[in-house]
């Protein structure tokens, strides 16, 4: 099991950018793939980004591509969330998310049953 904790979420204006962390602790985070999700008021959760285990590969939802990029830092146990050009739109509560299975498995992870942990999420509000 790995536990994951979100930071860097707040209140930005529309066209403005914000990076999202989220550190991981329990298990080999170098071993498995990363993703971020979001979930706004009264929607269901939705994919956003996703990395491979050695961060050679990303994927993203068609919504951020082009605007929102996914890195990883497998010395600090560390993936982030790159948001540039943000629209109310992406008002949502953010969540970390890290692959049941390691490598290549599930990839790209994109979907919530794929997730093995999920982080506690933070708030991210565009106004506009």
């Known amino acids: 099991q790995v536990r994951l904790v979100e930071s860097g979420g707040g209140l930005v204006q529309a066209g403005g950018s914000l990076r999202l962390s989220c550190a991981a602790s329990g298990r080999t985070f170098s071993s498995y793939g990363m993703g971020w999700f979001r979930q706004a008021p009264e929607k269901e959760r939705e994919f956003v980004a996703a990395?491979?285990?050695?961060?050679?590969?990303?994927y993203y939802a068609d919504s951020v591509k082009g605007r929102f990029t996914i890195s990883r830092d497998n010395a600090k146990n560390t993936v982030y969330l790159q948001m540039n050009s943000l629209k109310p739109e992406d008002t949502a509560i953010y969540y970390c998310a890290a692959s049941k299975d390691p490598y290549g498995s599930n990839w790209p992870l994109r979907s919530s049953t794929a997730v093995g942990s999920w982080g506690q999420g933070t708030q991210v509000t565009v106004s506009s």
């Open positions: 990395i491979s285990w050695s961060g050679g590969s990303t």
